[in-house]
């Protein structure tokens, strides 16, 4: 038996117990009047009743009424993802596109049908799983005419266990949270934890290609997937369960990123592990940037496989883990289920020494298997801390002028450095063009022995009224010069809407020809989420 969900926010990241009160908001507001002298309002925050949402532009049929619903709360909540922009709409009362219905299938029966009615009526459908998008993949676009959204998340169980195997078929609405507290028991675990684990479900994972927890290894959703279930307009995708093949392009391939265009994904068999019982945890400082990421690549390449290895700039190490704001950190963690970790973590804490690092001894943190903390005091322990709270700290000051967001990607090793310098002078000029009092900062979420994944954080202060102009030049900025500078569009967050005109630079013209060839085949009437990937 699940947990029940929790209601989501229809403007907060989150749930509605994350929105913080509308004194709060004021307060924060005088706060930043003061700080940067600058005029500050803190409008009342959006509620159902305030909305007045556009009536439903569709009828449904009598045998879908049980699980089709137009209720306000529903299609408020599923009107937007949580991007910036999305987010400075909804706090703003900017509702003017919500879906016209919200379908809630209890089985792939449902499923089926409500994709029948929509093709044979005309009605856009948007898979939705969390609404955690951060690129606009689940909103619904202005000019698609009607929009069903198609909410997968009474479709929640684990299914079967194969424990000799260490697999598990789930279904795709399942949320991170609720995936994990149903295979405690057989004591095993899926172990992908994306930064919004809480609030995104295995088919978004899946449809997007999700970065989870691994940092070097075990560590996009693809690597996890066995086969997979995917029912598209004109019929069911379903791959053969197999540790691996050589039969040919993968059937999965095309669903895994696929992110609703095709088709909606209702169960995979997933790969699982056993719950870690051995785990070791350090945080090693750099005199410097440099020094911090050309020790990072030795340790990299060493491939021992530590579960997390990530760096963070003199910047972030300073607001995400309380250092002096001239060194790098680097954390290094390891774990298993299996077996001690601590001769890896010997090797790698020798190896980050011999690059410059510095750690002393009492500091790394190793459990044998005896249930000891790690990763949770000092600077790591700060670092998880500040990584867990993330995506919920704007929601104070959402809309008070602040402009303030992420952007990924990733690069190979040799290109790295002049990367890096092109990027923060395209963006460094945008935002002084722009932000009073902004800052820039980078992380590497990801190392591969091959290269990095850089994720630049940037905020300062706008004008109020002018957020998403102002994002949107320093999105610009910041877009056009990492694909200027050879690196993808993307590591993690997917494209979306909002990543469409540089992900049209980035891929192949015939690789487009082929996808749209595709989309025609298994969706002939155009209804699976216009815009995403290719155009409508």
Known sequence: ??????????????????????????????????????????????????????????????????????????????TFGRSFVDRIRAVNGDFSDPPDVVARPRDEDEVRAVLEWCSDAGHVVIPFGGGSSVVAGVNPPADAGSVVTLDLGEMNQVLQVDATSRAARIQAGAFGPDLETQLKPHDLTLRHFPQSFQHSTLGGWIATRSGGHYATNHTH?????????????????????????????????????????LGVITEAWMRVQPRPRFRASAGLTFPSWESAYKGILRVVQAKLWPANLRLLDPVEAKNAAGLDGAQSLMIVGFESGDAPVGPYMAQAIAIAREAGGSVDDDEILIDDGQGAPTGREGPVGAWRKSFLDGPGQGNLTMGLGLVADTFETAITWDRWPAFDAAVREAVGQALDATLQGWSLSCRFTHVYPDGPAPYYTFSGVGRQGAEIEQFFTIKQAAADAVIAAGGTITHHHAVGRQHRPWYDQQRPELFARALRAAKRELDPNGIMNPGVLIDP
């Open 221 to 261: 959703i693809d690597e996890f997937v066995e086969s997979l279930r995917m029912l598209t307009p004109a019929g069911v995708i379903e791959s053969r369960r197999l540790p691996g093949s050589g039969a040919g392009p993968s059937p999965d391939r095309l669903a895994i990123g696929s992110e609703g265009m």
């Open 1 to 78: 038996m699940t947990t029940p969900t929790p209601r989501r926010s229809i403007w907060a990241w989150g749930n509605e117990s994350d929105e913080p009160s509308h004194a709060d908001r004021h307060a924060a507001a005088q706060r930043i009047a003061a700080q940067h002298r600058i005029d500050v309002t803190a409008a009342p925050l959006p509620t159902l009743a305030s909305l007045q949402l556009r009536p439903s532009r569709v009828t449904v049929p009598a045998a879908l009424a049980d699980i089709c619903h137009q209720d306000d709360y529903l299609r408020a909540s599923r």
